[in-house]
Nanobody, 123 residues
Framework: QVQLVESGGGLVQAGGSLRLSCTAS????????MGWFRQAPGKEREFVAA???????RYADSVKGRFTISKDSAKNTVYLQMNSLKPEDTAVYYC?????????????????WGQGTQVTVSS
């Protein structure tokens, strides 16, 4: 079993920045991919970014150039640095672990999920 705990969400003005963290505990493995997804009210959950176990990254077009995913394997932690935030980035952000290592954009590929952290961007 793996537990994922997100932190770092909050309220920020448009144009501002936030850094989300997701720390894994329990049965952890070095060779797994991590992803970030988000879900806005009334909308489906959508892919944001993912990172493979060796550091390859993938981003949704809507966040390319503004968000950066990274990880610290020694700390079992993945980060999402979010810059130039827009009101449309407002959502609950979830991290997820994919033990197949595919770091894909489809939520069904991920095996474990965190509880989510709220990000609100005011205009």
């Amino acid at each position: 079993q793996v537990q994922l705990v997100e932190s770092g969400g909050g309220l920020v003005q448009a144009g501002g920045s936030l850094r989300l963290s997701c720390t894994a505990s329990g049965r952890t493995f070095s060779r797994y991919a991590m992803g970030w997804f988000r879900q806005a009210p009334g909308k489906e959950r959508e892919f944001v970014a993912a990172i493979s176990w060796i550091g390859f990254t993938r981003y949704a077009d809507s966040v390319k150039g503004r968000f950066t995913i990274s990880k610290d394997s020694a700390k079992n932690t993945v980060y999402l640095q979010m810059n130039s935030l827009k009101p449309e980035d407002t959502a609950v952000y979830y991290c997820a672990a994919d033990f197949s290592g595919s770091y894909g954009p489809r939520d069904y590929e991920y095996d474990y999920w965190g509880q989510g952290t709220q990000v609100t961007v005011s205009s």
